[in-house]
């Protein structure tokens, strides 16, 4: 059996992410689509970044079951919202216009959608973001570019995150830039330590720099 | 937009199964359907558990893109077979059945079907297995059976991977093993370190007994 819906049912996603470009753009929100697979650090990045940032930042959180990770923001006084997929495998643009009915940033905030930890579905449906970063975990292995290119195109910012385990896991960070650098030759790669806090700020520093020049080009 | 085609689908689904699982039955296959996220470290338990068995063994790959981890299975002698999904991001029983054209396992053999690294997709295809393991990386954290509880229901075990780093990442057992055991009373969960080959042993012991049982039961 073969479902022919492919071209129809993207053809449909990217109107939805326009009309939620627009919908950003009315509210004065920038919007960051964080991908990653699970266990991957993304609710530990946003905890440990959105300190070191000048922009009020609000949070919606994807995943299929669960608020583990909304509640968790949510005491540190980060500002989150939770989407349930009910076992869906990805974030889509309507459940991202949906949650801002209920949730209202102000203006002048970073959107972080926290998307279902997934390298591969998520690549496909736009959620409208202006800023799109993909975190890869050291203790996930070298070869994920590789095995997911899908994901990594496009990106704006590769993360490799959890540095501090590489004197224990098999990792050869020559192997993983050069996957990376075939799928996108300008990318910036940040590596970080969401638990040491090791390159975190020139991070943050990036990601204002980009917010900014994303504010004025309108 | 939703498309109504959910139910049809998984019906459709459950037959190509049941396909399958006779399939096997025809040729004397046993059929292990292993489940991770991307980087929990599947191809290294096939690589350390499968000299450790006293069956002689053939493994599909699944992956996305590229053939890394057949090569490398092929390379230390291990017969492998990879199915490319072409940026899909689960195997499905017709891909399986497919394989088993172009690649004949001998009877006796217990088949390792390596499932594309996804927490969530894979979970809604069966494969016609008669085993199914799930498997997380410590490195991942103790939540993920609290936010990816569907993959782990109907698991016949449980591998907790990569308990090397349990020093150096905030994992906590008793959590992980307390959101198991909420979906699954008796699933055996198996700590074990395809880097320092702790646990294995008793992994491939239970595997074979698994095995014999099932052959035992025809």
Redesign the interface.
Known sequence: ?E?E?GRD?FA?EAELAAANRRLFKEKGITALNLLA???AGKTSLIRKTVPLLKYSVAVIEG????S?DTDLLNSLGITAFQINTE???HLEA?MVAKALESFQPKPGTLLIIEN??????TA?FPLGESIRMVM??A???D??P?????IFQGADAVILN?I??KP??DFDSERFRRGIRALGDQVPIFEVSC?TGEGLAELAEWLEQRVDQLWKEG
Do not use: Q, R, T, W
Not at 63 to 66: E, I, M, V
Not at 116 to 121: A, E, K, T, Y
């Open positions: 059996m479902i819906i049912l449909h697979a699970p266990g995943d299929p079951a669960s583990v076992g869906g495998c309507s279902v930890g997934n390298l591969i579905c496909a890869v975990g203790s996930e292995g070869d994920k590789f095995k997911y290119p899908d959890k501090d385990l224990y896991v638990k």
